[in-house]
């Protein structure tokens, strides 16, 4: 379909037609990594996660990775909505339960490019804890976690990563609790690839995006993200360009960092927001090592 007939996308005809495997649609650069019929998508003006679904079907592409040989997992939240938009093998599973929905998906099938696409509640809320052990078994997946301070499709609450002090729905005169330094959990926890950027940063994230998808074991990316609805407005930054803006000001780029010197503070104007890969290092993947148990375990009892 030409550019010129893109208006009739809704039309009966046109989403009643099957474009052939590995053909375009005719709508997007990227779109046969997309399902036509669930755009346009539903996130806020100035959200940044379709900047973000964008890096990431870049990667995929750049990694020459097929859509039938990739799949997405997602949890609840505004993130989540992110697996109903790929045309790949994709999963919006309950709250919290998007890594060890994950991890079944690769013990089943080892050579199925997974990809956990979902948001700091989610994944470091309620599913914390599923987390820290996948992290520390190095299970062969990847971790997008899209980390917009707050829990945005609910209403604006404070979350795990919201900053001290930060007005919320739910804190308006100002939090009081610790947020997680994410890079600095998933480091402490195992995983081989650590790395954080903003949605200012987009080369550099679909750089990091492509390199976590051809390496072997548990690699997490935080990636901060505009959320002018729910978090912004109640912080100074009430577009999408202010935050971006803030990025592009306040952001410093250190590839060596300590993950634990990461922790960041958004809400102060001069504050300095480390990004970068922070940890890239080798070690067996849980699926290597349960192979080699189950192997000796057969061996030893006689099993073919």
Same mark, same amino acid.
């Given at each position: 379909?030409?550019?010129?007939?893109?208006?009739?996308?809704?039309? /009966?005809?046109?989403?009643?037609?099957?474009?052939?495997?590995?053909?375009?649609?005719?709508?997007?650069?990227?779109?046969?990594?997309?399902?036509?019929?669930?755009?346009?998508?539903?996130?806020?003006?100035?959200?940044?996660?379709?900047?973000?679904?964008?890096?990431?079907?870049?990667?995929?592409?750049?990694?020459?990775?097929?859509?039938?040989?990739?799949?997405?997992?997602?949890?609840?939240?505004?993130?989540?909505?992110?697996?109903?938009?790929?045309?790949?093998?994709?999963?919006?599973?309950?709250?919290?339960?998007?890594?060890?929905?994950?991890?079944?998906?690769?013990?089943?099938?080892?050579?199925?490019?997974?990809?956990?696409?979902?948001?700091?509640?989610?994944?470091?809320?309620?599913?914390?804890?599923?987390?820290?052990?996948?992290?520390?078994?190095?299970?062969?997946?990847?971790?997008?976690?899209?980390?917009?301070?707050?829990?945005?499709?609910?209403?604006?609450?404070?979350?795990?990563?919201?900053?001290?002090?930060?007005?919320?729905?739910?804190?308006?005169?100002?939090?009081?609790?610790?947020?997680?330094?994410? /890079?600095?959990?998933?480091?402490?926890?195992?995983?081989?690839?650590?790395?954080?950027?903003?949605?200012?940063?987009?080369?550099?994230?679909?750089?990091?995006?492509?390199?976590?998808?051809?390496?072997?074991?548990?690699?997490?990316?935080?990636?901060?993200?505009?959320?002018?609805?729910?978090?912004?407005?109640?912080?100074?930054?009430?577009?999408?360009?202010?935050?971006?803006?803030?990025?592009?000001?306040?952001?410093?780029?250190?590839?060596?960092?300590?993950?634990?010197?990461?922790?960041?503070?958004?809400?102060?104007?001069?504050?300095?927001?480390?990004?970068?890969?922070?940890?890239?290092?080798?070690?067996?993947?849980?699926?290597?090592?349960?192979?080699?148990?189950?192997?000796?375990?057969?061996?030893?009892?006689?099993?073919?």
């Amino acid at each position: 379909m030409s550019i010129r007939k893109s208006r009739d996308w809704f039309s /009966p005809d046109y989403m009643e037609q099957k474009p052939k495997k590995g053909a375009s649609h005719g709508l997007h650069p990227l779109d046969n990594y997309l399902r036509k019929d669930r755009i346009p998508h539903i996130w806020c003006p100035g959200c940044g996660l379709g900047i973000i679904l964008n890096a990431y079907l870049r990667a995929l592409k750049d990694s020459d990775i097929a859509p039938e040989d990739t799949a997405v997992v997602s949890g609840i939240g505004c993130s989540g909505r992110a697996a109903g938009y790929v045309d790949v093998d994709s999963f919006h599973v309950t709250h919290g339960r998007a890594i060890p929905f994950a991890t079944g998906l690769k013990v089943g099938k080892r050579d199925l490019v997974t990809t956990v696409f979902s948001g700091d509640g989610d994944l470091f809320a309620i599913g914390g804890n599923h987390f820290i052990h996948a992290a520390r078994r190095n299970v062969d997946f990847n971790v997008i976690c899209v980390n917009n301070f707050n829990y945005g499709m609910t209403g604006g609450q404070a979350g795990p990563t919201t900053p001290t002090e930060a007005p919320t729905s739910t804190t308006p005169w100002g939090g009081f609790e610790q947020p997680f330094n994410l /890079p600095a959990v998933a480091a402490g926890a195992g995983a081989v690839y650590v790395a954080r950027w903003t949605t200012y940063h987009v080369e550099e994230l679909i750089k990091s995006l492509k390199e976590a998808l051809d390496k072997k074991g548990f690699c997490f990316i935080e990636i901060l993200s505009p959320c002018p609805t729910g978090y912004g407005r109640k912080v100074g930054l009430k577009t999408g360009v202010t935050t971006m803006k803030h990025f592009k000001e306040n952001c410093v780029v250190d590839n060596d960092a300590d993950p634990t010197e990461v922790g960041l503070d958004p809400n102060k104007p001069k504050s300095k927001i480390i990004v970068g890969k922070f940890v890239d290092r080798e070690a067996p993947t849980y699926q290597d090592e349960r192979g080699k148990v189950f192997e000796a375990a057969r061996k030893k009892l006689g099993v073919e």
